[in-house]
């Protein structure tokens, strides 16, 4: 039913017919007749935010833990460029956000007005779509045609710049379509019947078939994962998964074979390099996965499902493309297995487990642990003993803890992990967690740190002080910016330029400056007790861990290597892979 009203009224308006509960802005000039709106209806919940950057990845962070689109509100001018770090963060990961800027009035656009810059121009190159909204009776269809965007296809952010002008005009808001349509965007769901009957022939006639799943399949939604699980049930294949999509098959599933790539387990990378039948279900090939592209999976037949049709063939070309929804399709590829065998091909492909399980042998992620130094990865497995079975959900900031993370913190179930890949954005970690408490305020949210980086957005915690939300920052301190620092020892010759902190916080005094509580444990036998301290504690908690500064993260593909030439920690145990000759056995 139409109603008049100003165009500040249609965006709260159509945030409500859109089942917003929560957004994260910060208020300027140019979106006072927002924030004004905002405040005379109770339905729309606002959480202000200390910069730009921070509400963007809250958004993201409160996408990837619900399902839902992420909403943003920020003003024009600098309010709009802060936040392209986050947006650009959203498109590489997939993630579903619509972000409200403000813009000047329509007759000062391109007088370099105050606080005036080419929003739709700067997030050109970083949104799924943009719109500047140049009148009042395009905006209710813009509104409604942005979440539509945003949360269809290959999720991603889209981005509506509204003048000062047009906020405060008067016009016909028109509600939602039950379904929602548009004449030049039309995302393929159902994937090519004669594609996926190409690909089922196959998998029926591999003899070293494997996974390889991402985080399409984490965006379709929960029903793709339990299809993911009916499928690897049915066919007795592998799986192996991106940085994006773990938790898509449990960890402690039988066939699991760990987190691929750079940092990946040595027998998921093995699988990928020896396999001949890869099948990419919501990935992308994305070269942190890949590695040297003439040396990827050299043997392979190569099926790839995708909803995005511009990931096929880019980057990898592949034998049996099919374009759609990943869910879709593995339902599609169940009820053919079905009707052709309804049976695991536990004999045919025994061997190949055979040499699957010396590879697991090799215990790849495994590291020499101390009594008198807290290692990081000891840190991270006593973290996941002590939170297994509660509700929780765990955010990262990007370097050398996120892939500890990865390896040594087990994900069973989709949609508890949240973390950059794509873009690998220092700072996403804390202000994502804030967003995911924010969503689920019962549940535990940790937010697994580096000293380096969550200084890049530790002004949030006031806003987690502010909304009572009891985020908790575990921070892995080594003192260096740990990556870095790697990749400087490993291909640099040990010169260490910048990467080491001179002058940190005592983090345990800027909590408590905050108002929350801190804790510091640089002792072994004391970080159980330290890590219960920081879980039953009812507020934001920044947790100082002191590990040892110098580990690796390994196991490590170095850059532009193949994945069988991977750099082993030096508790690997390879005698069941190498002969006496020093040749690899399988």
């Not at 308006?13 to 006072?32: R, S």
């Not at 499902?305 to 399709?329: A, C, E, Q």
């Not at 040990?494 to 080491?500: D, L």
């Not at 196991?555 to 006496?580: R, V, Y």
Request: aromatic share 6%; glycine share 10%; proline share 6%.
């Amino acid at each position: 039913m139409a109603q008049q009203m100003t165009g500040a009224e249609m965006v709260v308006e159509a945030l409500k017919d859109q089942g917003v509960e929560h957004i994260f802005g910060y208020p300027g000039g140019a979106v006072l007749p927002i924030y004004d709106a905002i405040f005379q209806q109770g339905k729309v919940r606002h959480i202000l935010v200390r910069h730009e950057q921070g509400a963007t990845h809250m958004a993201e962070g409160y996408a990837r833990s619900t399902g839902k689109c992420g909403v943003v509100l920020v003003t024009s001018g600098p309010g709009a460029t802060n936040a392209v770090t986050g947006l650009t963060d959203a498109l590489l990961d997939s993630i579903p956000l619509v972000c409200i800027t403000g813009q000047v009035p329509v007759p000062l656009i391109g007088s370099d007005a105050f606080q005036e810059c080419d929003t739709v121009g700067i997030t050109r190159s970083c949104t799924k779509h943009n719109y500047l909204v140049k009148s009042i009776e395009d905006l209710p269809r813009i509104l409604h045609e942005a979440f539509h965007i945003a949360t269809s296809g290959r999720p991603g952010p889209v981005v509506i710049d509204i003048p000062k002008d047009v906020q405060f005009a008067m016009g016909t808001y028109i509600k939602p379509q039950a379904e929602m349509s548009h004449p030049t965007y039309k995302p393929q769901r159902e994937g090519d019947t004669e594609a996926i009957r190409v690909a089922v022939d196959l998998m029926l006639r591999a003899e070293r078939p494997v996974f390889y799943t991402g985080g399409g399949i984490i965006n379709s939604g929960p029903e793709a994962s339990r299809n993911l699980r009916e499928l690897a049930e049915l066919t007795g294949f592998p799986v192996t998964s991106t940085l994006m999509g773990l938790g898509a098959y449990p960890a402690s599933g039988g066939q699991w074979l760990g987190m691929l790539g750079m940092h990946g387990t040595y027998e998921a990378n093995m699988a990928m390099h020896d396999c001949d039948l890869m099948i990419c279900l919501g990935a992308r090939f994305d070269d942190r996965i890949t590695g040297r592209i003439d040396a990827f999976s050299p043997g392979s037949r190569k099926i790839h499902v995708d909803i995005d049709p511009s990931s096929i063939n880019k980057n990898i070309v592949v034998d049996v493309p099919i374009v759609g929804d990943v869910n879709l399709v593995m339902e599609e590829m169940i009820r053919m297995w079905r009707a052709r065998t309804n049976q695991p091909r536990t004999e045919a492909i025994a061997p190949w487990w055979k040499a699957i399980e010396k590879w697991r042998g090799v215990n790849s992620l495994g590291f020499t642990n101390s009594s008198s130094i807290i290692k990081p990865q000891h840190a991270i497995a006593r973290l996941y003993e002590a939170t297994k079975n509660r509700d929780v959900y765990i955010t990262t900031e990007v370097g050398q803890h996120q892939m500890w993370a990865a390896q040594h913190f087990h994900f069973n179930e989709p949609n508890r992990w949240m973390t950059s890949g794509g873009l690998g954005t220092m700072g996403y970690g804390l202000p994502a967690a804030i967003g995911v408490q924010v969503a689920h305020p019962d549940a535990l949210v940790i937010d697994i740190a580096g000293e380096a980086s969550v200084q890049m957005t530790m002004q949030e915690m006031s806003t987690a002080l502010q909304y009572e939300l009891p985020v908790k920052i575990f921070i892995l301190n080594n003192e260096y910016m740990g990556m870095v620092r790697q990749w400087q020892e490993l291909l640099h010759g040990g010169r260490y330029s910048h990467s080491y902190s001179d002058a940190l916080p005592d983090f345990v005094k800027l909590a408590e400056a905050y108002g929350g509580h801190g804790i510091r444990c640089a002792d072994p036998g004391e970080l159980d007790n330290a890590i219960d301290e920081m879980i039953n504690i009812n507020k934001p908690v920044i947790f100082d861990c002191l590990v040892s500064k110098e580990e690796n993260c390994l196991p490590m593909i170095p850059s532009g290597k193949p994945h069988n030439e991977m750099i082993l920690p030096d508790t690997a145990d390879i005698g069941s892979i190498i002969d006496e000759k020093g040749r690899v056995l399988v």
